[in-house]
Nanobody, 113 residues
Framework: QVPLVESGGGLVQAGGSLSLSCAVS????????MAWYRQAPGKQREFVAS???????NYADFVQGRFTISRDNAKNMVYLQMNSLKPEDTAVYYC???????WGLGTQVTVSS
């Protein structure tokens, strides 16, 4: 079983919204803090948001209230709702544990101006 499979990316205009999903293998998901990261072209991968198994969340400063991370412990799923998207949010988005382990393929998010 592939441990992490991200989906939901796409092309959206600035100001629009996207909802990302991540299917996580049970062995990875259980008791772990899950997070979203992103990597823009020519830049290092960076932390976006995290959620503990108990539902406590943490966000990078650049999120500024625009994104919401959540998890469904019964379905082993992690979500990232992204609103008010900006062109600088363009990146490949990855989910992983925090700290991260093996990376998945990610899902491309492109925000046009």
């Amino acid at each position: 079983q592939v441990p992490l499979v991200e989906s939901g990316g796409g092309l959206v205009q600035a100001g629009g919204s996207l909802s990302l999903s991540c299917a996580v293998s049970r062995s990875v998901f259980r008791f772990n803090t899950m997070a979203w990261y992103r990597q823009a072209p020519g830049k290092q991968r960076e932390f976006v948001a995290s959620v503990t198994s108990g539902g406590n969340t943490n966000y990078a400063d650049f999120v500024q209230g625009r994104f919401t991370i959540s998890r469904d412990n019964a379905k082993n799923m992690v979500y990232l709702q992204m609103n008010s998207l900006k062109p600088e949010d363009t990146a490949v988005y990855y989910c992983n544990t925090r700290p991260p382990t093996t990376w998945g393929l990610g899902t491309q998010v492109t925000v046009s101006s």
